[in-house]
């Protein structure tokens, strides 16, 4: 399936379970508090989004300064962005997805998938991070009219 597909999928499906669940537990523990649950996970979701966010951005820094590439900092800012996004959308579900963005083993394991995936698709084999100073050719050149 292309990301394409599972996108349209997902928007077609997942407002259908999140208004199943909205459902079912405000059927259960009442509408006040199913708000209150709702509105708790967007604050929980913010506090951490931006806890996990200044460790990624620090550990992004910190590769730089060492001419690293930080690639998987990139990967894990996208997935926090996704994250936080999920959490601030109303629905139980989608916060289920969006807090496993934000603990950092779920989130590494499922960036370093991706990685792996995205190896092995595009017949890459090494598994080890490029300086910056591995693809520099030093030489001279000199401009003639």
Excluded at 51 to 65: D, E, I, K, V
Aim: proline share 4%; net charge neutral.
């Amino acid at each position: 399936m292309n990301p394409i597909q599972f996108v349209f999928l997902a928007f077609l499906i997942i407002p259908f379970v999140e208004i199943y669940l909205l459902l079912q537990i405000g059927g259960i523990v009442g509408v006040l508090p199913t708000i209150v649950l709702v509105v708790s996970t967007a604050i929980i979701g913010v506090a951490l989004l931006k806890r996990q966010g200044l460790a990624t951005w620090q550990r992004f820094q910190s590769n730089m300064s060492q001419g690293q590439l930080p690639a998987i900092e990139i990967m894990e800012a996208v997935a926090l962005l996704i994250g936080g996004a999920l959490l601030l959308t109303p629905g139980f579900f989608t916060d289920i997805i969006g807090f496993a963005c934000l603990i950092p083993a779920i989130r590494q394991k499922i960036v370093l998938a991706i990685i792996a995936k995205r190896g092995q698709t595009t017949g890459h084999t090494d598994n080890h991070h490029t300086t910056s100073t591995e693809n520099i050719i030093e030489g001279e050149f000199k401009k003639e009219d």
